[in-house]
T-cell receptor, first 111, second 114 residues
């Protein structure tokens, strides 16, 4: 059950900011918004998560719309190592075992 | 601190053969998960465990069995492998099932069933 919608692919120039969008119009009040990325031939790795407020960490920023029906992952300066598939996932606070990955956004970084 | 490790990294089976994939974590996590990823697709949950001695079905459990005899290990078994089970298998663990907790993933096992 895909709860999120993301573009299949995006491109960015190296050292420029990247905004990766995600729509989750059926989000419930107890759903956290998680972002993971998967580099080629590796397992997914955690990027960031949030509930209602915008979040920043060393990897990225997460901007959450006021109605929570969409969010944007922001990579401030894309590097070649950021080329990966980025997954936007909703994780319920109460029953967080069901982690639906969807197909994600494949990010290409152009040197 | 190795995190989540998976054994083996690669395996080729013939149809009807059986095998067990091993996942181990050294973070004292309660929750462990097995996913499969088919080409061009996202990960799908096969089975999960909420603690030692417990298992539960995920989205695509048919054809697989699991066991969690020790807290740090989660085994995924294929009793009679089929070509449709050709996939990359990922194990993950988390401290809890809270929505705010992250999952830590292993490097994957690439399985081919001929």
């Amino acid at each position: 059950d895909a709860k999120t919608t993301q573009p299949n692919s995006m491109e960015s120039n190296e050292e420029e900011p990247v905004h990766l969008p995600c729509n989750h119009s059926t989000i419930s009040g107890t759903d956290y918004i998680h972002w993971y990325r998967q580099l080629p031939s590796q397992g997914p790795e955690y990027v960031i998560h949030g509930l209602t407020s915008n979040v920043n960490n060393r990897m990225a920023s997460l901007a959450i719309a006021e109605d929570r029906k969409s969010s944007t992952l922001i990579l401030h300066r894309a590097t070649l190592r950021d080329a990966a598939v980025y997954y936007c996932i909703l994780r319920d606070e109460i029953t967080g075992n069901q982690f639906y990955f969807g197909t994600g956004t494949s990010l290409t970084v152009i040197p | 601190n190795a995190g989540v490790t998976q054994t083996p990294k690669f395996r080729v089976l013939k149809t009807g053969q059986s095998m067990t994939l091993l996942c181990a974590q050294d973070m004292n996590h309660e929750y462990m998960y097995w996913y499969r990823q088919d080409p061009g697709m996202g990960l799908r949950l096969i089975h999960y465990s909420v603690g030692e001695g417990t298992t539960a079905k995920g989205e695509v459990p048919d054809g697989y069995n699991v066991s969690r005899l020790k807290k740090q290990n989660f085994l995924l078994g294929l009793e009679s492998a089929a070509p449709s089970q050709t996939s990359v298998y990922f194990c993950a663990s988390s401290y809890s099932a809270s929505g705010g907790d992250e999952q830590f993933f292993g490097p994957g096992t690439r399985l081919t069933v001929l």
